[in-house]
Every structure is written in C-alpha cells, then in structure tokens.
C-alpha cells in the first residue's frame, strides 16, 4: 500500500489550502484514515481522522478551521484548512489503517507535504 500526499505549500495567515493523499496498491480494505502533523523541534500529532463510515475526529487546535473527508471509492483522504495560523506551519503525514489481500491490518504513512503559514 503506498499513500501520496499532495497540496502542501506556502500560504499567509487566515488563508487556506486543501491537502489530498490517495491510497493505491492492493488493497482489501481501509478502515480509519488520517492526517498528522509534525512541526520543527516537536513530536508528531494528530490533526483529525475519520473512519469508513465517515465518523470523524479532531485536535482540540483545529476545530472549526479543518474538516478531513474521503472518498471510499477512490481511497482517498481530504484534508481542508481554513483560517491557517502560524502555529499551523508543519510537514504533514497522511496516515491509513490498511489490510492487503492475504496480509495483516497496519498503519501505512504518506511522505508527508510542508506547509508554511507566513504572517
């Protein structure tokens, strides 16, 4: 299973970009899928994921300004960032919970996009 995140860039405060990441490869199934972030000097955390059935789940720090979404049929996952903060400025890792034909469920990572908010 490979994950290409795409979208990533530079944009100013209280701006907004739109991170995609498709999943690709064989595939039997995806359960939860999500996005993580990791800024300079700091541990990776989790932005918001959201399951087949589309229950979603967020960071206190994000709430109201980012709404993840997916595609069932395209295996992909959106992640829409409203009002950008300074604070905001990460590489961002695309994240999903997969099961191969034949193989075992596990976590698959993106190769995460930066994105920069200027002020």
């Known amino acids: 299973v490979q994950l290409q995140a795409s979208g990533g860039g530079m944009v100013q405060v209280g701006g907004s970009l739109r991170l995609s990441c498709a999943a690709s490869?064989?595939?039997?199934?995806?359960?939860?899928m999500g996005w993580y972030r990791q800024a300079p000097g700091k541990q990776r955390e989790l932005v918001a994921t959201?399951?087949?059935?589309?229950?979603?789940n967020y960071a206190d720090s994000v709430k109201g300004r980012f709404t993840i979404s997916r595609d069932n049929a395209k295996n992909t996952v959106y992640l829409q960032m409203n009002s950008l903060k300074p604070e905001d400025t990460a590489v961002y890792y695309c994240n999903a919970n997969a099961k191969p034909p034949f193989e075992v469920r596990r976590d698959y990572w993106g190769q995460g996009t930066l994105v920069t908010v200027s002020s």
């Open positions: 490869g064989r595939i039997f199934s995806i359960n939860v």
């Open positions: 959201i399951t087949s059935g589309g229950s979603t």
